[in-house]
């Protein structure tokens, strides 16, 4: 993106029409849990908590000001009464069926969705059991090629939204987690990978099939998973080709959300960090999932990389050079969706005496990454109207592994990626920027 392309407060078109929301993964935990949250949200029964777009706030010009709008009314969103939902499933259930069985709401809060969660079904999903070792599709789509899959994702898309009168789309991965994949010469341009899609190239997983029917359709990718997909030169170099942004990856939740609060404190406090423990036990798919080790590594991957880049051991030594940090997560399907996650922190102090911090969230998964979903999409049809393309390192707030431009390192601070994102909206407003600065109050 160059800064000459962003346009002006003014020149961003209206957020007018129907936003489609397109989900692989639509019968999934997160998914069904979204859905349902909006819809009830625009029946007025219950708030949208956990959203930032929402629920939060952002200060414009100085304290001294009280200007202090809602994020929904200072910025040019589509709000939750424009979005219409389609997606694909590797399982044929419809939203009210899947959302009974991933047994995240209340019995009776389903029950009065059912009208119209039973009314959301799946198209068939794209499947590859070298990816998802631990489940079985049984209603998956039958093209031969990996570019003839994708053609057919493309077809869904023409249908849903003209049965639905959509102005514009957001694809965003609900799915699970993929075998671990790292870059490989597919990956590096367009035609390599374009051609890898020809031949059914063994390094080109499901959720980049899904990517590349998006991006070539214009439409803004978002990856909710640690999976590669569109964290290669191929599908960033797409993005940009056809203007649509993306962002990612893994939503930032549970255990991870809680280092990404608690390690910028410590470093700020100069406190060190000798090792952490996190462990999780986990019920859902996304838990039976993890059991297979090339998931757990994809998954495992993106948790250990937050503490490396907050800490910064390289320009501190002597307070993190060498600390031990250990992930562990477990199958327990007694739990379901209600994760557990126990971190065991020691650090030490003042003239090095050893201190100790320990955490027990019982959290709920879904319950956590739903709002972040609803922002996202919103965020993320925002940009695409914005003129922005390609990554949207201004979203790193709600990811365990942003993505970055190469040659910069991923920002994990969440405080510091809060700022990020209120001082992107500023701009894109026509805002003055917020640095905190202060002095001004004080000088005569």
Known sequence: MKAETVRKKEQIPAAQGKLGVLIPGIGGAVATTFIAGVEAIRNKWALPIGSLTQMGTIRLGKRTDNRVPYIKDFVNLAGPEDIVFGGWDIFSDNCYAAAKKARVLEKEMIERLQPFLGGIEPFKGVYNKQYLKNLDGNHVKSEKTYLDLANAVKEDIKSFTGKNSIERCVM?????????????????????FEQGLRENHPDIPPSMIYAYAALTSGIPFVNGAPNLTVDVPALTELARKHEAPIAGKDFKTG???????IAPGLKSRMLGLEGWYSTNILGNRDGQVLEDPGSFKTKEESKLSVLQQILQPELYPDLYKDFYHKVAINYYPPRG?????????????WLGYPMQIK??????????????????VLLADFAKRAS????????????KSPMEAQGLYPEHDLFIQLMKLKNTLRYLMGEELITHLGLEYYMD
Do not use: M
């Open 255 to 261: 255990q991870t959300l809680l280092k990404t609060i």
């Open 172 to 192: 965003i991965w609900c799915a699970s987690t993929e075998t671990y994949l790292q870059p490989s010469p597919v990956h590096q341009t367009i035609e390599a």
């Open 337 to 349: 969706d209600n994760k557990e996650g126990w971190d065991c922190i020691d650090i030490f102090g």
């Open 359 to 376: 955490l027990n969230f019982l959290c709920r998964d879904s319950i956590l990454a739903a709002p972040l979903v609803l922002d996202l």
């Open 388 to 399: 922005l393309s390609g990554i949207q390192e201004w979203l790193s707030f709600y990811f």
